[in-house]
C-alpha cells in the first residue's frame, strides 16, 4: 500500500458538473464547458501552462467564471505559487461564496503556508454544510496536529475511523500524533494496523515509522525487521540504515553499528551527526584512533559539542586524566547546561584522587536550577563513599 499524500489533489468538478450553472443551448456556455473539461483534463496530467490557457480563455468569455478561477488556483498551487493561488481563490468566492471548489484549495494554500489556524477556519466553514466529509475531517485533524492540539485532532481521526474503518489518512495522522506527544506505545498501535492492511505491499515510510517507535520504545531487537526491510525496497534509504545503526547501537552491537553509519557516511560524508555517532561506536569498541578521526572530521566540518566531547572522553579512556578535565572545562563554558559533560569531569578528578574538586563540579551544575538524577546520584555516590559503577 502507498502511503497516500494529499497535498497535490486538484479539486476537479465531476463530470456534467461544468453544465450546472451554465444554459446549455448557448454556445458560449457550450464552449466555457468544453473548454473547463479541457483545463482540467490537462491539470491532471500536469500540463499546467495549456491548463492555464484554457482557464484565461474561459475568462475571455465570462469574466468571473468560477471553474476558471478555481483551475488557475490549482494550477497556482501545483505550481507552488500559494499566494497567486490564494488570490485566484479569494476572487471566486467573492463572487460566488461557499464554492466549495475554492474552499478546499484556499484551505490547503494556507496548511502548505503552514498558517494552520487559517485553514481551520475555512475547512470549518464547509463542515457547516457537510459535517460527514472524510477529505476535510482529515485535513482539519492533521492541521490541528501541527498546531498540536492533541485533543481535537484525535477527536477528528476518530470520527473519521468511525465512518470509514481503517481510512489511511486517519490511521497515519494517528500514528504521528502519538509520535509527536511521545505516546509510542499507541503510535505503534496504529502504525501496526497501517502495515496489517497490505503487508505484502506496505509503504517504506510505514516500515521505518514502525521501527522508530521500537526506538523509542528501547525494543531495539523488535524495531530490527521493519528497518531491514526498509532497506531491502531502499538500499540507501537514510531513515532505514540510521534505524539499524541506532538500533544496534542500543542493543551495545557497536561492531553492527558502525557498519550501517558508514553505509550513510558513504552516500552523505559530511554529515556532522552521523560523523560524531560514528566516532562514539568506533570509541565503544576500543578503537581510539579511529574514533578520533571521525570526531576531527567532524569538528573540521564546524565545531561539535559531541565531537569535542569524545575527543575528550578519548583521553580519559587513554589515562590522560589532566588532560581530559582540561578538554571537558573549557566545553562546560560554552555549554554550562550539559548534564554528561559534568559527569565526565567528576569522573576525571576522582581518577586523579580529587574528590573535593568532583563535589565542587557537580554541584556548580546543580546551582544552576537543572535537575538532573544523574548528577543527584553520583554526587550522593561520592559524598557518602558509595562505588561509582
Same mark, same amino acid.
Given at each position: ?9 486538484? =479539486? ?12 446549455? /443551448? ?10 473547463? !473539461? !479541457?483545463?482540467?483534463?490537462? @491539470?491532471?496530467?500536469?500540463? *499546467? ?14 469574466? #468571473?467564471? #468560477? ?36 474552499? =478546499? ?8 503556508? #503552514? ?40 477527536? @477528528? ?14 490511521? *497515519? ?6 509520535? /509527536? =506527544?511521545?505516546?509510542? !506505545? ?40 521493519? =528497518? ?12 532505514? @540504515? ?55 572530521? $567532524? ?13 575528550? @572522553? ?9 588532560? $581530559? ?21 567528576? /569522573? ?9 574538586? $568532583? ?14 538524577? $544523574?548528577? #543527584? ?13
Amino acid at each position: 500500500m502507498t502511503t497516500p499524500t494529499p497535498e497535490d489533489e486538484i =479539486f476537479a468538478p465531476a463530470e456534467g458538473e461544468f453544465l450546472s450553472e451554465v444554459k446549455t /443551448d448557448d454556445a458560449t456556455s457550450n464552449e466555457i464547458s468544453e473548454l473547463s !473539461k !479541457k483545463g482540467y483534463a490537462l @491539470l491532471k496530467e500536469n500540463r *499546467i501552462s495549456d491548463a492555464k490557457e484554457a482557464f484565461q480563455q474561459i475568462l475571455s468569455l465570462e469574466e #468571473n467564471n #468560477n471553474y476558471a478561477l478555481v483551475g488557475l488556483g490549482d494550477s497556482a498551487r501545483k505550481q507552488g505559487l500559494f499566494q497567486d493561488a490564494i488570490d485566484y481563490y479569494s476572487k471566486c468566492l467573492s463572487c460566488h461564496p461557499g464554492n466549495n471548489y475554492a474552499l =478546499f484549495g484556499l484551505a490547503d494554500c494556507y496548511k502548505a503556508l #503552514n498558517q494552520y489556524h487559517r485553514a481551520i477556519e475555512i475547512w470549518e466553514q464547509y463542515l457547516v454544510h457537510d459535517d460527514r466529509n472524510i477529505t476535510v475531517l482529515t485535513r482539519i485533524a492533521d492541521a490541528y496536529r501541527k498546531i498540536r492540539d492533541f485533543k481535537k485532532s484525535k477527536q @477528528l481521526y476518530l470520527k473519521v475511523l468511525d465512518m470509514e474503518e481503517n481510512n489511511a489518512y486517519a490511521l *497515519i495522522g494517528l500514528g504521528h500524533l502519538h509520535y /509527536d =506527544f511521545k505516546e509510542y !506505545k499507541d503510535a505503534l498501535y496504529y502504525w501496526l494496523k497501517m502495515y496489517e492492511l497490505n503487508p505484502e505491499g506496505v509503504d517504506i515510510r510505514v516500515l521505518t515509522s514502525l521501527g522508530n517507535c521500537h526506538r523509542k520504545l528501547k525494543t531495539f531487537e523488535k524495531g530490527l525487521p521493519y =528497518f531491514e526491510r526498509a532497506l531491502e525496497m531502499d538500499p540507501n534509504n537514510f531513515y532505514a @540504515l540510521f534505524g539499524l545503526a541506532d538500533c544496534y547501537r542500543g542493543m551495545n552491537q557497536q561492531h553492527c553499528s558502525i557498519t550501517y553509519w558508514n553505509r550513510i557516511l558513504e552516500l552523505d560524508p559530511n554529515n556532522k551527526v552521523i560523523l560524531t555517532r560514528a566516532g562514539d561506536a568506533y570509541r565503544n569498541t576500543g578503537d581510539y584512533k579511529t574514533a578520533a578521526e571521525y570526531y576531527n572530521r $567532524a569538528m573540521d566540518i564546524d565545531f561539535d559539542t559531541y565531537a569535542a566531547l569524545g575527543l575528550a @572522553l578519548i583521553c580519559k579512556g587513554e589515562g590522560n586524566y589532566t588532560e $581530559a578535565a582540561e578538554r571537558l572545562t573549557r566545553l562546560i563554558r560554552d555549554d554550562a547546561k550539559n548534564y554528561r559533560l559534568y559527569i565526565a569531569l567528576a /569522573d576525571c578528578y576522582l581518577k586523579l584522587n580529587q574528590k573535593q574538586q $568532583a563535589i565542587e563540579a557537580l554541584q556548580s551544575f546543580q546551582k544552576q536550577g537543572v535537575r538532573s538524577q $544523574a548528577i #543527584n546520584d553520583m554526587l550522593d555516590k561520592i559524598v557518602n563513599n558509595r562505588p561509582i559503577v
